[in-house]
């Protein structure tokens, strides 16, 4: 029985690294030609987050830098009057603590559960057309220090700016 649970603390232990990595979903509007897009300007950024380490302008230049080397990459030309595309961000974070029950005594009828508390961080990157919303990028960084997820901004820009274009 003790090996049993010694198996099934491990497991859960080496999944916890992958449960804390981030997450990428994009959305977009189907009926439009990703192709026509030939240029870009930066639109507003807006950072909404207590901690410090995320709320000030060194993390929305870094934002910026990295959105605009990616674009450029993809082969769009950044403009400072009327672009196709209008590139615009917003960062947030927040507080969460996640329960994990692990089975323990006799036949597993016992639980004790598992507190832990991270800081979510939340990347929205939009590129309007025309005033509409033609594709979005959120990012999602489960992390417990919010220094760490500054870190990680420039690989949360790379990770949502890569699905760019989108497959259809």
Do not use: H
């Amino acid at each position: 029985m003790r090996t049993l649970l010694t198996a099934a603390l491990l497991g859960t232990l080496l999944c916890v690294p992958f449960a804390l990595a981030q997450d990428v979903d994009i959305e977009f509007d189907e009926s439009v030609n990703f192709g026509n897009y030939k240029t870009f300007r930066m639109g507003a950024g807006d950072v909404n987050a207590k901690a410090p380490a995320l709320n000030n302008d060194l993390v929305r230049r870094r934002i910026e830098n990295e959105l605009r080397a990616r674009l450029i990459a993809k082969k769009l030309t950044e403009v400072t009057g009327a672009a196709d595309l209008t590139v615009r961000y917003s960062l947030g974070s927040t507080q969460r603590t996640d329960a994990t029950a692990i089975p323990a005594g006799r036949l597993g009828r016992q639980r004790r559960v598992v507190r832990t508390r991270y800081t979510e961080g939340t990347l929205i990157i939009d590129l309007v057309a025309t005033r509409e919303l033609v594709w979005r990028a959120i990012v999602t960084e489960d992390e417990k220090d919010p220094a760490k997820i500054a870190g990680k901004l420039d690989e949360m820009v790379k990770k949502a700016i890569d699905k760019y274009p989108p497959k259809k």
